[in-house]
């Protein structure tokens, strides 16, 4: 009788409802283990399993189809995708990429009869009503887009979750930019010095020189210019806790007379003609598409006639004028909102239009998989004391972005370039070969 009543439960249950239900959005059946929040389950089962918890998991992929309604699910909890039989949240999110792509989701187009029907379906099931409230994470920006105050905010959110929580996902030097791998193999730290070595190389570091970074983060290029190539530097910065962090490292290996660290916004940084290299690693994606142009003049200003500049900036394919240009709205949403990315051929341009030569566009995308897997690494082995100081939806936010990057830059989605330039008006240094 318990085997009859639990197959019943399963024939008739929410689940059984709901793949019926997404049958025409999803282009046929169930490409997954669904199990609802009854004990009920539908689909196949050597398909990786996605758990839904609570009835608003349904009303927020009703406010937010697609993406973002799947993100507040999965970082409230009432959507998870447990690992089982070999698959992982990794693995899970390749699978449903692929069966997209074969079904050709992208085009599908939904019959009114289709959409009455789920709407009936989910009242069915208790899921219609007014939108879950945003979860505790979400970014909750407001002002003038790119405004000084705005890009405050947006940079705070994500960056000042804590230093101590940065200190876990990365690595000693705090490099929170891709790194250099010479081979899979080696490790995270030894990568981003190498990636550091190499930035510090292709500027054309030497002792004595001066050299601005732009978006300087925690730290890692300014204090590896100063301590290893001898350069005297001026870091900015618009995150108090960042400042905290490497004024207090400044101390520790007596840098003070070597870098100086401002808590100052790129727009406002007021040398002309000064600095004989200018580095910005990963920063020119939080600008946004109309400042552009005032970035890279920044830059070019900043830096003497014939001086080196180097941008390390994500791409994103397809992505210049779309509708999200920061990756998805997940990562715009919870992870740095107003985050602009483009095609490098598109960022490129806008170097060059801003009055710099561009000399080398070095591609690192495979680069990125790695180094986000040594921050998932550290994240997993760190994540009870993660977990202690951010909260479990926090932890769920930053798994799914890491998971979520790594594939993102596997697949094409997404890449990473080091753009190098020069400001005409005098002779540069640059090698005519050049061996990196």
Not at 8 to 16: E, K
Not at 359 to 371: C, M, Q
């Amino acid at each position: 009788m318990t085997s009859t009543a639990q197959r019943r439960t399963t024939a008739t249950g929410v689940a059984t409802r709901l793949a019926e239900a997404v049958r025409p959005f999803i282009g046929g059946d169930l490409p997954v283990r669904l199990e609802a929040w009854d004990g009920s389950v539908a689909g196949p089962d050597d398909a990786p399993l996605v758990v839904l918890r609570s009835p608003d998991a349904l009303r927020r992929l009703l406010w937010h189809p697609g993406e973002l309604g799947a993100a507040q699910a999965y970082v409230t909890g009432e959507l998870d995708v447990p690992e089982q039989d070999g698959w992982d949240l990794g693995s899970a999110l390749t699978y449903a990429f692929e069966v997209g792509r074969e079904r050709g989701l992208s085009g599908v187009r939904l019959s009114p009869r289709a959409v009455v029907d789920a709407i009936r379906t989910a009242a069915g099931l208790g899921a219609l009503g007014r939108p879950p409230a945003p979860p505790a994470s979400q970014a909750q920006v407001t002002g003038r887009l790119h405004s000084l105050a705005r890009d405050r905010s947006s940079i705070s959110h994500h960056y000042d979750l804590s230093n101590e929580f940065y200190s876990l996902v990365l690595e000693p030097q705090m490099a929170y930019s891709c790194g250099y791998h010479a081979t899979p193999d080696v490790p995270l730290e030894e990568a981003q010095r190498a990636k550091l070595d190499l930035v510090c190389t292709k500027l054309g570091l030497e002792p004595g020189m001066r050299m601005l970074d732009v978006g300087c983060g925690w730290g890692s290029l300014s204090l590896h210019a100063a301590e290893h190539f001898g350069a005297q530097v001026t870091g900015v910065t618009i995150s108090r806790e960042q400042k905290a962090f490497i004024d207090a490292r400044i101390a520790e290996r007596g840098l003070a007379d070597r870098v100086e660290i401002r808590l100052q916004d790129y727009r406002e940084v007021p040398e002309r003609d000064h600095f004989d290299a200018v580095g910005s690693l990963e920063m020119g994606e939080h600008v946004g598409a109309k400042n552009y142009a005032t970035y890279v003049e920044v830059l070019r200003r900043a830096v003497k006639p014939g001086g080196r500049v180097l941008v390390q900036q994500m791409s994103r394919q397809g992505a210049g004028g779309g509708k999200h240009p920061g990756g998805g709205p997940f990562i715009e949403s919870f992870i740095a909102p107003d985050m602009t990315m483009r095609p490098v051929g598109e960022t490129v341009d806008l170097i060059e239009s801003g009055g710099l030569e561009v000399r080398d566009v070095h591609a690192l995308r495979e680069h990125y998989v790695l180094t986000v897997a040594g921050w998932m690494e550290n994240f997993e082995a760190n994540l009870d004391r993660i977990r202690d100081l951010v909260g479990e939806e926090v932890v769920r936010v930053w798994r799914l972005y890491l998971v979520g990057g790594a594939l993102a830059f596997r697949d094409g989605r997404m890449g990473v370039d080091q753009i190098l330039a020069v400001r005409p008006g005098a002779a540069h240094t640059l090698p005519a070969v050049r061996t990196w």
